[in-house]
């Protein structure tokens, strides 16, 4: 048998324990006032329907062609390094134009946006690859293309800015001066709330500009189902067996698109799903260290506020190379299923990730990213002593979500021993939680 490329995404929200906690407007947003995102009424019903599998439009699937099925294999030589008692298999999303995953959904949305009449897409990025991805697409479908790029890694990588460049978008780095987002931002210089905020505020002011998003969004993580779903049939292909499923975690669409459709396949067939761990980093301990809260996704106040595992929005992030990771909150999807404990979650030091990342490298001979590095390192410790209660006992599957190419100036810190790795302030992080309302509770929306 050989594994085909799906022609339908599947959807997890028929399989949640309860719905998800509806979005809310920041009480001193009248609705005059209130982001519009424009978002197409596609995009809408995928978020908010309990349809399980969607049919993938055909010039997206199309487009799919040229990277998908991506491949799957057993890293045997990773094993041996690290010393695994289990199989680690290994799905790799780093070979396409975007280096990630994240071209998965920017196709995907590129169509439905220009369907909906939009001719410019916006959008803010942390490492790059979601702006990458969305230059791509928008060039394939004919849209132009913004990117807001948080500053510090667009100077630490200025080829993903000439990539995109490329690609015909127009990049500029966050905080770039030219909004009042950015100019009234305090405290919250190179990150990527910032930089999306950075990007709704731009687009609302352009005639047929549209926002649109990479990660959080329900919708998006849908569109990233193809890798989980991609992944079940190759395993059953090559006789494998995994009961840990492992992805990286900024906001969540490389995690629930790799570890959500196995959480489905296991409700619709009345059998317990593997244990899905998402790999955070420990600079942006949200599903760690963060609190289930109704917080923003950016730095506008005006956006609706979503509930959320987060370490507040305010929260001023370390700097790190992982910029795809320095996000304060995971997507209201992956933080319902962890609030009801079918997600379980471990923080990863950069050191860690990207030691594993070298290590990946030397015996795969595949760079991963830094992010994709936190995911190998979770992968490694629970196929061999495991970390607090976590451990496999059969296989582990673990997503590297795009290729370490771009970041070699990482890798070359590692190396020379300049890299290491700040801890989140405690009395910071409680500050930053402090104001906001548990979901828990109906306590007012935080001001």
Same mark, same amino acid.
Request: a negative charge.
């Given at each position: 048998?050989?594994?085909?490329?799906?022609?339908?995404?599947?959807?997890?929200?028929?399989?949640?324990?309860?719905? %998800?906690?509806?979005?809310?407007?920041?009480?001193?947003?009248?609705?005059?006032?209130?982001?519009?995102?424009?978002?197409?009424?596609?995009?809408?019903?995928?978020?908010?329907?309990?349809?399980?599998?969607?049919?993938?439009?055909?010039?997206?699937?199309?487009?799919?062609?040229?990277?998908?099925?991506?491949?799957?294999?057993?890293?045997?030589?990773?094993?041996?390094?690290?010393?695994?008692?289990?199989?680690?298999?290994?799905?790799? +999303?780093?070979?396409?134009?975007?280096?990630?995953?994240?071209?998965?959904?920017?196709?995907?949305?590129?169509?439905?946006?220009?369907?909906?009449?939009?001719?410019?897409?916006?959008?803010?990025?942390?490492?790059?690859?979601?702006?990458?991805?969305?230059?791509?697409?928008?060039? @394939?479908?004919?849209?132009?293309?913004?990117?807001?790029?948080?500053?510090?890694?667009?100077?630490?990588?200025?080829?993903?800015?000439?990539?995109?460049?490329?690609?015909?978008?127009?990049?500029?780095?966050?905080?770039?001066?030219?909004?009042?987002?950015?100019?009234?931002?305090?405290?919250?210089?190179?990150?990527?709330?910032?930089?999306?905020?950075?990007?709704?505020?731009?687009?609302?002011?352009?005639?047929?500009?549209?926002?649109?998003?990479?990660?959080?969004?329900?919708?998006?993580?849908?569109?990233?189902?193809?890798?989980?779903?991609?992944?079940?049939?190759?395993?059953?292909?090559?006789?494998?067996?995994?009961?840990?499923?492992?992805?990286?975690?900024?906001?969540?669409?490389?995690?629930?698109?790799?570890? @959500?459709?196995?959480?489905?396949?296991?409700?619709?067939?009345?059998?317990?799903?593997? @244990?899905?761990?998402?790999?955070?980093?420990?600079?942006?301990?949200?599903?760690?260290?963060?609190?289930?809260?109704?917080?923003?996704?950016?730095?506008?106040?005006?956006?609706? %506020?979503?509930?959320?595992?987060?370490?507040?929005?305010?929260?001023?992030?370390?700097?790190?190379?992982?910029?795809?990771?320095?996000?304060?909150?995971?997507?209201?999807?992956?933080?319902?299923?962890?609030?009801?404990?079918?997600?379980?979650?471990?923080?990863?030091?950069?050191?860690?990730?990207?030691?594993?990342?070298?290590?990946?490298?030397?015996?795969?001979?595949?760079?991963?990213a830094p992010e994709s590095g936190h995911a190998l390192a979770a992968a490694a410790q629970l196929a061999t002593t495991g970390a607090d209660d976590l451990q496999a006992s059969h296989g582990v599957l673990v997503?590297?979500?795009?290729?370490?190419?771009?970041?070699?100036?990482?890798?070359?810190?590692?190396?020379?021993? +300049?890299?290491?790795?700040?801890?989140?302030?405690?009395?910071?992080?409680?500050?930053?939680?402090?104001?906001?309302?548990?979901?828990?509770?109906?306590?007012?929306?935080?001001?």
């Open positions: 048998m050989t594994v085909s490329i799906p022609t339908k995404w599947r959807s997890v929200l028929p399989h949640l324990d309860a719905p %998800l906690p509806p979005d809310r407007t920041p009480a001193r947003v009248t609705a005059d006032k209130a982001v519009s995102v424009n978002l197409p009424m596609a995009l809408v019903r995928q978020c908010t329907r309990n349809d399980e599998y969607w049919e993938i439009p055909l010039p997206v699937l199309d487009a799919y062609r040229s990277y998908r099925p991506t491949p799957l294999w057993r890293a045997t030589r990773f094993e041996t390094a690290v010393g695994a008692k289990v199989p680690i298999w290994v799905k790799y +999303e780093g070979g396409n134009i975007s280096g990630s995953h994240k071209l998965t959904t920017a196709l995907a949305q590129a169509y439905y946006y220009r369907n909906a009449g939009a001719r410019e897409l916006v959008t803010g990025t942390g490492a790059g690859q979601w702006g990458t991805a969305l230059a791509a697409a928008c060039a @394939l479908f004919g849209l132009r293309c913004t990117v807001f790029m948080v500053g510090s890694s667009l100077s630490r990588k200025p080829y993903r800015g000439v990539l995109m460049n490329m690609l015909g978008a127009e990049v500029q780095a966050s905080p770039s001066g030219t909004t009042r987002v950015s100019r009234s931002a305090q405290g919250q210089g190179n990150s990527l709330s910032l930089a999306i905020g950075e990007a709704v505020e731009y687009a609302a002011g352009r005639d047929g500009a549209a926002f649109c998003i990479g990660s959080g969004e329900t919708y998006s993580i849908l569109h990233q189902s193809v890798i989980g779903i991609e992944a079940g049939e190759q395993l059953q292909e090559q006789g494998g067996e995994v009961d840990a499923v492992v992805g990286c975690v900024g906001a969540g669409s490389n995690f629930g698109g790799v570890a @959500l459709p196995f959480h489905a396949e296991a409700r619709s067939q009345g059998t317990n799903a593997p @244990l899905l761990v998402a790999a955070e980093s420990s600079s942006a301990p949200k599903l760690t260290q963060g609190i289930y809260a109704y917080d923003r996704t950016d730095s506008t106040d005006t956006s609706p %506020l979503e509930a959320m595992y987060t370490i507040g929005s305010s929260y001023s992030i370390p700097d790190s190379h992982s910029a795809g990771l320095r996000f304060h909150g995971a997507a209201k999807l992956v933080s319902a299923l962890r609030h009801s404990g079918h997600v379980a979650a471990m923080a990863i030091d950069q050191v860690v990730a990207l030691e594993a990342g070298q290590r990946f490298a030397t015996t795969e001979l595949v760079v991963p997503c590297v979500s795009g290729h370490g190419y771009l970041d070699l100036s990482a890798y070359q810190q590692l190396l020379d021993g +300049e890299l290491n790795d700040q801890s989140p302030d405690a009395q910071a992080l409680l500050a930053a939680v402090s104001g906001l309302a548990p979901v828990s509770t109906t306590a007012a929306v935080a001001q």
